[in-house]
């Protein structure tokens, strides 16, 4: 690799500090294998109110600066915390001190405030990337304002853009009122218009040097009207320049043999640990005590994850000599479903309506299979979790989903997981009845399939050779 080369990565949220899904995860693991390749990168986020205040000791004050929207001046204080990636924190509280990452009605302006500050950030640090590694709708203001205005300052002009889609669904569609806010030329609006409306993510994928998205499938399954949201035109327009990169997860972080969640750590080789595991977490959660196939689901209670197709099928599933046990949140209605479920079945349902990082840890180490049956799924990241603690997926086979997980074959001993392709209930069950069938089919075989599991690596090493070869043909393009 060249040396000297420098990226930023802008996003809205970042683990260990804030993050509402997937993309905090890979916010915060992507760049610490970025550094260890030699790349000079820094990551930039709001400082929102509900950052965990133990994750922000040792932070600086860099300097602070005013931020002139169209007819509002605001002011940007500008934080650090060193270390091998610096994380940078843009403050306001007008702006980000609030309870919440998104969902404001002035979202529009809150993020556009944002993306002009991190541009004007660069000045004060006297710090120009490379690449400015931009991340989801709220942070395609900073990609308009790069080439519409900034783009004019010598310092400026060579930087180039690269977008990342993490989730269509999301795009940040605000009113007309918008382009005063951005104080941008009127003109822009038939660059950023959709359906009547500005969309932040449409404002990305036309500024943006180069798109990705989190993994190939997904990439290819947007440029199609069924998963493109209406954006599928724009991303076919810009077929030769967008491309999947699938995430990985950090392996340090979670690591069956020294993870301190767990009861009984153990590894690929020696996985006998995790029956331990599962008898201390079915005392924990007041399941029944004995060897029965635990099917588990980490997710947001959504339709997007799969839950539609998976309500209607539960009491089929639980006909089976299994336990079930949920970890999430979401809509209403399945939140109260899945409380039932509890309670119809006592000792072999467990469902716990929260979020609890530890309880997942104890979950993905402990269960037998994750269930994943999502509508679409960008890249995902909870199969990998659990293919990572020797717990066997059962997937729809769709974006990322579909580039990670390999049917088995109890013939050619191949495969890591259960995959079903049509999107309904009955599919869903075929899966777990393969998967159940595989199981039954005594500890051997299935230390086949859980051994198979354990033995991949999506870590981010790969992933982040991918990334280093595209900032560099976009630097030298």
């Given amino acids: 690799m060249e040396k000297g080369l420098k990226v930023l990565l802008v996003a809205s949220e970042s683990a ?51 931020v002139h929207l169209q007819w509002r001046k605001q002011r940007a204080k500008v934080l650090v915390k060193p270390g091998d990636v610096p994380v940078y924190f ?13 969902g404001f009605g002035d979202d529009n302006e809150r993020f556009a405030f944002f993306g002009k500050a991190v ?8 710090f120009y990337p490379d690449i400015i590694h931009c991340n989801d709708w709220q942070t395609g203001p900073l990609c308009m304002y790069l080439k519409e205005v900034y783009s004019k300052v010598t310092q400026y002009s060579k930087i180039k853009t690269l977008f990342t889609i993490h989730n269509l669904q999301y795009q940040g569609r605000f009113g007309r009122e918008t382009m005063d806010i951005l104080g941008v030329p009127g003109w822009i609006y038939n660059n950023v218009e959709f359906y009547d409306s500005v969309s932040y993510m449409k404002m990305g994928l036309v500024y943006s040097d180069f798109i990705s ?4 499938t997904y990439a290819w399954e947007i440029q199609t009207p069924e998963y493109g949201y209406g954006m599928d035109g724009i991303l076919r327009s810009r077929s030769h320049q967008l491309c999947g990169i699938i995430n990985g997860i950090d392996y340090v ?25 599962k008898r201390a977490l079915q005392e924990r959660l007041g ?44 809509e209403g209605a399945y939140e109260h479903a899945f409380r039932n ?64 997980i390999q049917h088995y074959d109890p013939e050619t001993k191949q495969g890591n997981g259960f995959l079903f392709e049509h999107y309904d209930g009955w599919g869903l069950l075929w899966a777990v009845d393969e998967a159940l069938r595989t199981y ?38």
């Avoid at 804030?18 to 915060?28: A, F, H, N, P, R």
């Avoid at 799969?306 to 599933?317: K, M, S």
């Avoid at 659990?386 to 066997?392: A, C, E, H, K, W």
């Fill in 440 to 477: 039954h089919m005594g500890k051997e075989e299935w230390m086949h399939v859980v051994k198979n599991a354990m033995n991949c690596d999506y870590s981010w090493e790969s992933s982040a050779e991918k990334y280093i070869a595209l900032y560099e043909h976009l630097r030298e393009n």
């Fill in 213 to 216: 998205t989190v993994s190939e």
């Fill in 119 to 126: 541009l004007d950030m660069l000045a004060m640090l006297d």
């Fill in 253 to 277: 972080a979670n690591n069956p043999e020294t993870d301190k969640h767990i009861v009984k750590h153990f590894s690929a080789e020696h996985p006998e640990g995790k029956a331990e595991n």
């Fill in 287 to 330: 399941l029944e005590q004995r060897d029965v196939p635990m099917i588990s689901m980490i997710t947001r209670l959504a339709d997007q994850k799969g839950v539609d197709i998976l309500a209607p099928v539960l009491d089929e599933i639980m006909r089976r000599d299994v336990q079930f046990v949920l970890l999430g949140t979401g």
């Fill in 90 to 102: 843009i403050e306001n509280d007008y702006y980000f001190g609030r309870g919440g990452l998104y």
């Fill in 341 to 404: 479920m509890q309670n119809s079945y006592p000792g072999r349902v467990s469902s716990n309506i929260f979020f609890d990082e530890s309880l997942a840890q104890q979950i993905y180490a402990s269960a037998d299979l994750f269930l994943m049956p999502s509508k679409f799924e960008p890249c995902g990241l909870g199969q990998m979790f659990s293919l990572r603690f020797g717990t066997v997926p059962i997937v729809r086979k769709t974006g990322g989903l579909a580039d990670t």
């Fill in 16 to 66: 260990p500090f804030i993050k509402s899904g997937g993309l905090g995860d890979v916010v915060g693991s992507l760049p610490k294998a970025l550094r260890a390749k030699g790349v000079d990168v820094r990551v930039v986020i709001p400082r929102h109110r509900a950052i965990k205040n133990e994750t922000m000791y040792g932070v600086e004050l860099v300097g602070e600066f005013d």
